[in-house]
């Protein structure tokens, strides 16, 4: 029988991560919307970049270490909550 994977429940977010991120986002949202014809060559890399510098922000918290998958996942989440 194959071993099951065995799926942890992360800790919430909290309000000073979503801070973070928040902010993070409003002062870059020109960078992060950028498309490769709009930004030019290079333009996916920078975004990436940016998104990895967020998570060592987000990491810097204390909190716990999050992943960048779950960073972009809580920001989905905001932003669906706004909208």
Do not use: Y
Request: a positive charge; one cysteine or more; hydrophobic letters at 40%.
């Amino acid at each position: 029988m194959a071993e099951e994977a065995k799926c942890t429940k992360s800790k919430m977010f909290t309000s000073r991560e979503v801070d973070i991120i928040v902010d993070f986002m409003k002062e870059n949202a020109s960078t992060m919307r950028s498309s490769h014809a709009s930004a030019g060559p290079g333009a996916a890399q920078k975004v990436n970049q940016l998104w990895l510098s967020l998570v060592n922000s987000v990491n810097a918290c204390g909190s716990g270490p999050r992943t960048l998958k779950q960073v972009k996942e809580k920001w989905r989440n905001i932003v669906r909550m706004i909208i």
